[in-house]
């Protein structure tokens, strides 16, 4: 079973189409955890893309699985601090509005 | 006519694939058939274990000496009414035992029963078995935040919590005994252990107890199982830390609002998580499917299988034990080892040896799997009804305070005497290759 | 349409499917919860892809740290900062039409006008180099991939068990040609313990033979196992040996030419022909961080600390005086 029998094409669709929903949701979304989520799907859609190009063409060898590897493991450090940012928040404001945490000083 | 579709069916029917679907669901069928009647049956021996420890009898009505007691909980699970409260978020709700369940099970597949024989063969065997125990964790949360109650949702919090931590001592612990074996394929691990000597002496010992993992590097490998089942005791949420779903602290922790089959689906996913973490324990620690003396031949097994055997059932006789329970061990035993090492007789037969039947294969194999998981089990059930209950916060300061650094020392000593034949033989190799100095 | 490529184009939908659903969920539900459990099946389904692309390690990886690290971590960041009033809609968006149209235009973009672009080399979606041609005097050389067309480059990696060696052998040359044989051998620095000496031997040889079989396969732990495969030569001038049953492991191939009067000696092609056959992308990878990649590895391991121990304490809790 060869997963070289479906075309590249449609991976490449799909991972753009996780990527404009992850946009969106960082674009509208008011609640900084829902725009965390965001950031993870259009992280997540590169890596789709960084895999299929490093397994469907080996341009460059196993390079792009490598810099999947790197991306998840920045992604968990930028996951873990941004929400001990987000807690620090919520335990000075009460709420995790973005629109409300507009000034530098209470 | 267009009979394009026909031609296409009979090519999948035909096809390769097709049967690789067909046999996966046949698998996946027997194997959740064997969870059941496994969970089921788990529920009955540690009920008796916990009364025989406390000096009472236990179950004793359905089925003689109540070995039916199972079905009869099974049936009761399944009959009752399904309650869900307003307020819970029905969607979720509904969703989160099979989430449980599926991560428990998934785990089923890639474990190695016998020689060859594993429902499915992994390149990354135990990578997979943790990536996918992270789906348990969702599914406690989704169902301490579904049932809608401020108590559901603090016990689905410190479970989470609770198991998110003391995977850091099972990973690091595996990751000191994978610097051994050099691969992370589950079977590979076992063939590893069928040869070999502390210390890396012999490589070429023919087996048994001294080659498994845990006598490798004896004070350091000892140490990590150590760590190992300690922290797998906290992962399945098993006495002594148990809080989450303690009765006293927090009615019934994340699964207080499920009823009925609902319910029934937590307790499986428990239970095959038990036997999953055993099951790993087995694997790295214990030498897998390797028996512990391999090269007497089979008659001697039966011998020694039925004097063990009837040894047990005399003992337990004598000391007041219900006969039939101390005979029927006794038997069982003797009986069990007469059938998996019957194979000819003749000296030096081994089960293990490449011209076996399959059928040999895997029933040896099998049997000295499940022998070893069932004595890890009988030791967690054995320390539910000994120790009391660990606080949350010794809990926790245990995992990061004590097994951590614990596994890390380990890791290190490990590692070091993992590389030490290949500096020794740089070094000598310097010298001219005429040994130190 | 075999049913091999059937099964694989149904796995493709049904997790692209999941995946877009949960996309979706995560953009547009009105629950925050429910928008993060959203983010579990496009997490999962990611990983299904990846394990479908037979990147088995980063499957497994994905699974480990998103969903058991981080997807944990935004759920108890969900439950300990929504407040207690509004259970259910705790995520108002101000959706706008200028947002949603300028993603709409992003992914206009993205599909219609950047995806076709023609890329660089021969062929667009080749799975591995161009084949590369090595010569020896007057015979040249190539080495394909199972599926004898796609050229597996030299040095280069293969996930099949099978590998096509492609010989071409001049006219005046192939006179009273019997066989063309490759001998293929494993490189002993990346030859592993191999189930296959543990294996039921076939049932037809006499228990004599398997017993000597036995012996010699449970001694031959150092030394490099040699495979030959012959093929007789075709009417074209190049002849194709198929080299099947590989190992997981690394190759050195030679060519020997039969002919009637006599064999020829090895003939290894300038260049050292090798390539490696891999079960899965564990050990490149782990090769790849080793050795190119290490000192990122280092730096991402101090960045990891770093971020740990500022994350325990920004999200410490304050205490009131």
Partial sequence: MKFTDHPLEHMLVLSAILFCAGVYTILTRKNAVSILMGVELVLNAANINFVAFSQYTRIGGIHGNVFVIFVLLLAAAEAAVALAIIIGIYQNFGRVDVDQADQMKD | ?437 | MTSSEMVVNLLFYVFAVAAVAGALGVAASRNIVRSAFALLAVLFSAAALYALMKADFIAAAQVLIYVGGILVLIIFAVMLTHRITDVNVSNESTPGPAAFCAVLCLLFALVVIILPLPQPGPNKWDAGRAPETMREGPYAFVQYQADGKTGLANGGSTFENEVVVGVTIPEDRRAGLLRIVVRAVENPGKVKESLETKKAPDATLSPEKVRLAQEEARKTVAEPKSLEFAATPEKTETTHVRLKGLREAAYDWKVKLVGAEGESPWIGPKGDPNFVVHKGVTEPIALALADPYLLAFEAVSMLLLAALVGAAFLARKEVKE
């Fill in chain 2, 1 to 437: 006519m267009n009979f394009e579709p026909l031609k296409l069916w009979e090519d999948v029917r035909n096809g390769g694939t097709f049967v690789a679907f067909l046999g996966i669901l046949v698998v996946g069928g027997a194997l959740i058939n064997l969870i059941a009647v496994y969970a089921g049956l788990s529920t009955l021996i540690e009920r008796k274990i916990a009364a025989h420890m406390q000096a009472r009898v236990g179950p004793y009505r359905v089925g003689p000496h109540g070995i039916l007691q199972w079905l009869a909980d099974a049936l009761k699970l399944m009959i009752k009414e399904d309650i869900i409260a307003k307020d819970t978020d029905h969607f979720l709700f509904r969703l989160s035992p099979y989430v449980v369940f599926a991560g428990s099970f998934a785990c089923w597949v890639a474990l190695p029963f016998a020689p060859g024989w594993s429902p499915a063969s992994f390149n990354i065997g135990i990578l997979y078995l943790l990536a996918v125990s992270s789906a348990v964790v969702i599914g406690i949360l989704m169902a301490g935040w579904a049932s809608g109650s401020k108590w559901a949702l603090f016990g689905a919090m410190r479970s989470a919590a609770q198991i998110v931590s003391y995977e850091v001592p099972i990973g690091l612990t595996l990751l000191s005994m994978l610097l051994i074996y050099g691969t992370l394929d589950m079977q590979e691990i076992c063939y590893a252990q069928e040869k070999g000597f502390l210390w890396g002496v012999f490589k070429d010992t023919n087996g048994g107890l001294w080659s498994w993992g845990i006598n490798r590097f004896p004070p350091f490998t000892i140490l990590a199982f150590l760590i190992y089942y300690i922290a797998a005791l906290a992962e399945t949420n098993r006495t002594p830390f148990d809080i989450p779903e303690a009765e006293s602290e927090l009615v019934a922790g994340y699964h207080t609002e499920y009823s009925g089959m609902r319910f029934s689906f937590f307790f499986l996913a428990e239970y095959a998580n038990m036997f999953v973490v055993s099951a790993i324990a087995t694997t790295f620690f214990l030498g897998g499917w390797n028996p512990p003396v391999p090269t007497i031949p089979s008659y001697l097994y039966l011998i020694v299988g039925a004097a063990v055997g009837g040894g047990f059932g005399y003992a337990l006789k004598r000391r007041g034990f219900d006969a039939f329970v101390g005979s029927m061990i006794g038997g069982g035993i003797g009986v069990l080892a007469a059938v998996i090492h019957l194979k000819g007789g003749a000296p030096g037969d081994h089960f293990l040896d490449s011209d076996s039947p399959a059928i040999v294969k895997f029933a040896g194999g099998a049997f000295w799997f499940s022998a070893k998981i069932f004595a890890l089990l009988f030791v967690m059930m054995w320390l539910r009804w000994t120790l009391p209950r660990y606080r949350v916060d010794q809990l926790m300061d245990l995992c990061w305070k004590k097994l951590t650094p614990l596994a890390f020392l380990n890791l290190l000593a490990i590692g070091f005497l993992t590389m030490t034949p290949q500096w020794w033989a740089r070094i000598s190799a310097l010298f001219g290759g005429g040994g130190p100095g």
